[in-house]
Structure formats: structure tokens, C-alpha cells
């Protein structure tokens, strides 16, 4: 009793051991777990890389080369770092259509998922800028098409790429850029991550059923640790798969090459968790149109709470919701297979359906479908 009179230990007792828990929490649960997991390994392994990496455009890429031959384990440091990036972004993902499967956004947790889309826009910049670092080819095409869009703001677009640049190209003072944000943000993730843990545990977690479980909770430990543990398991046993045996499956082979400004490759891509979202940019013709979109695709997700229509929850209870929200799930699949595909018919033409369903699905389709349930259960 002594111990939980200590400051330490009385949050880590009242946050992980005696936290009251919903009791028909199911393994959909533990990706927030695992996603801190995720966070923690690429803060660590991205510590100790940083000893070894050089940000300057000539020394940069052969650093690189020197991790993974010459540093002890240097390979699998780098190998965890950067396959940690694509498992990181798994884990959220499921997060978040599991939240939006379960109506997780609604009173009184939607500022707990506006944290969350706060925190999933930091790790898409964090990405990007890590993805420019190796400084192969795709890593500077990337950065210069990328960094390019700014200049589509009206009036002050030009001078913010010279800001951001450091200069009038992707060049030296932009990978040091990069190297400084890219360390400083994982911090700041772990500090928004922290509110968002803060406040989910001020009204507790919710539960499949979408309904208040106030008087059917057990608390933490060790029933959901035990299965958070489970989870983890075989998270790292999918993990290590990629790692030993297809390090670079995820990866670009053009960014195997060192970056050369006087050749552009045939297909400038990004990353492949940024593929839905680059597939929206690049269905609109217009370069500020498509900006405002592909950032509006991030930012109405943050507009879920108040869009909702519904009381209910629970997509259990809701038959058409459910097959509505696959028809969304899929048309996110194909976007990120147009975001990979070469900007020619008839992957133009799909992308557009896509990115207009994408929206309209959020838009129109959430709201109405909560007040058409919401009039025939009144009419009931």
C-alpha cells in the first residue's frame, strides 16, 4: 500500500493494473497497444542509427551502406527501422477501421480520436521525411515532388519551398533538415500519444456492443494484459517474417540506388501507406485542387464525431452501415493500388471514381444514414 503512495507508481498502477476495463473487449483492442509498441521500437532503433548516419547529401547514402556492413547488427537495426515504418502504419490502420467499424469517434470519446488523427498526421510527415534520409533516388525525387506541392499555396507558396528547402533544390541543408525533424518528431509523438491515452482513460474504453459498460468491468491486469501480450507475440512473429526473411519487400529497389539529380526515374512513387492518399492528389487535375484534397482526406476523418448521425454505435446493430463501411474499405484498397500505377487511362479514370466515393462516403453518406436509422427506429 506503501508503493501506491508513490506518485510513479500510482499512475502506473491506476493506467495498467487496476484500470477498469470493459469486459467484452475483444483482440480488435489491441492495436493501441500495439501501436505504442511500434512507436517505442523506432524511437530505440532510431536512436542508435543516428549514430552512425551522416546527413550530407555525399556522405549520406554511404553511411548507410556502412550501417548494414560494417556496424555489429548494423543490418538489423536498420532492417527493424525501416520495416518498422510499414508495421507501424499496419497497426494504425487497423486501429482506425476498427474504430470507425465500432463508431469509436462518438461522445464522450471524440477528442480521443481527434488526438488520434492528430498523431496519424505527425506520423506521415515523420515517415516521409525518414523515407528521404538513405538519399537513393526515390528519396530525392520523392522530396522534390512532394516539397513542390507547397508551391501551389496562392501568394506565399514559392517562399515556403525555399524555406523548406533551405535553399533552390532538394540539397544539403534540406537532408539536415530532414535528419533534425525526423529525430525531434517521434518525441512529440510520444507526448501526443500520452493526452490521447490521458483522456481515453478519463471515460474508459468502449466496447463492440457501442453501449455504456460502467457496470461490467474488470479491471487490467491481468486479464488484458495477458491477451494484450498474446497480440504481441504474434505481432512479432509477423514482424520478424519481413525482417529475416524479405527485408525489402516493402521497400523501393529505385531507392537502392544513390540519389542523382541529372536522372529522374521512370515512376516516382511513395511508400506504400501513402499510396491512398497520393492516388487522391493526383485525380485532380488542378495542383492546389488535388492538395486540398489529399490533405482533406486526413483532416475529415478528425470531422467523424460531429458528422455521425446515429446514437448507435456499434455497426452490429447497423446491417447497412456494415455493408457500407466495406464498400469504404475497399475502395481505400484501390486506391492505394492507383497511387502505385502509372498517371494513364484507365487508372485515372478509376482513381477519380474513388477519391469522389472516398468523400462522398464521409460526407453525405455518415450523416444521412444516421438520421434515416434514427427516423424508423422513432417510427417504430
Same mark, same amino acid.
Given at each position: ?5 508513490? #506518485? ?22 489491441? !492495436? ?35 550501417? *548494414? ?32 467499424? $465500432? ?32 538519399? @537513393? ?19 506565399? @507558396? ?9 535553399? !533552390? ?8 533538415? $530532414?535528419?533534425?525533424?525526423? %529525430? ?41 494484459? %495477458? ?11 509477423? $514482424? ?29 512513387? #511513395? ?5 491512398? !492518399? ?49 464498400? *469504404? ?31 462522398? %462516403?464521409?460526407? $453525405? ?16
Amino acid at each position: 500500500m506503501r508503493l501506491l503512495k508513490r #506518485p510513479i507508481l500510482s499512475i502506473v498502477n491506476n493506467h495498467l493494473i487496476d484500470y477498469p476495463t470493459p469486459i467484452n473487449i475483444h483482440y480488435a483492442w489491441n !492495436f493501441g497497444f500495439l501501436a505504442s509498441i511500434c512507436l517505442i521500437i523506432q524511437i530505440l532503433t532510431g536512436i542508435f542509427l543516428a549514430m552512425h548516419y551522416t546527413p550530407h547529401v555525399d556522405l549520406a547514402f554511404a553511411s548507410i551502406e556502412h550501417i *548494414m556492413r560494417d556496424v555489429n547488427y548494423g543490418w538489423l537495426l536498420r532492417y527493424i527501422h525501416s520495416n518498422g515504418a510499414s508495421m507501424f502504419f499496419i497497426v494504425v490502420y487497423v486501429h482506425i477501421f476498427r474504430g470507425l467499424y $465500432f463508431s469509436s469517434y462518438t461522445k464522450p470519446r471524440q477528442w480521443v480520436w481527434v488526438i488520434g488523427v492528430i498523431i496519424f498526421l505527425l506520423m506521415i510527415i515523420t515517415a516521409f521525411i525518414g523515407y528521404v534520409l538513405p538519399w @537513393g533516388q526515390m528519396s530525392l525525387w520523392g522530396a522534390t515532388v512532394i516539397t513542390n506541392l507547397v508551391s501551389a499555396v496562392p501568394l506565399v @507558396g514559392d517562399s515556403i519551398v525555399t524555406w523548406l528547402w533551405g535553399g !533552390f533544390s532538394v540539397d544539403n541543408a534540406t537532408l539536415n533538415r $530532414f535528419f533534425s525533424l525526423h %529525430y525531434l518528431l517521434p518525441f512529440i509523438i510520444t507526448a501526443a500519444s500520452l493526452i490521447h491515452l490521458a483522456v481515453l482513460h478519463q471515460d474508459g474504453s468502449g466496447n463492440p456492443l457501442g453501449i455504456d459498460s460502467n457496470v461490467d468491468k474488470i479491471s487490467m491486469f491481468p486479464y488484458f494484459i %495477458y491477451k494484450d501480450l498474446l497480440g504481441l507475440l504474434v505481432f512479432i512473429i509477423f $514482424f520478424s517474417l519481413f525482417i529475416y526473411f524479405s527485408p525489402n519487400a516493402l521497400g523501393h529497389p529505385d531507392n537502392y540506388i544513390e540519389a542523382n539529380p541529372m536522372v529522374t526515374p521512370a515512376h516516382i512513387v #511513395p511508400e506504400w501507406y501513402f499510396l491512398p !492518399f497520393y492516388a487522391i492528389l493526383r485525380s485532380i487535375p488542378h495542383k492546389l485542387g488535388g492538395v486540398v484534397a489529399m490533405i482533406s482526406a486526413i483532416l475529415v476523418l478528425a470531422l467523424l464525431p460531429w458528422i455521425h448521425g446515429t446514437e448507435i454505435r456499434s455497426s452490429r446493430f447497423r446491417p447497412v452501415y456494415r455493408f457500407l463501411y466495406w464498400t *469504404m474499405i475497399s475502395c481505400c484498397l484501390i486506391l492505394g493500388w492507383i497511387g502505385g500505377m502509372p498517371v494513364e487511362d484507365p487508372f485515372v479514370l478509376i482513381g477519380q471514381i474513388a477519391s469522389v466515393y472516398y468523400f462522398f %462516403y464521409f460526407l $453525405f453518406i455518415l450523416p444521412l444514414l444516421g438520421k434515416i436509422e434514427k427516423f424508423l427506429l422513432e417510427f417504430e
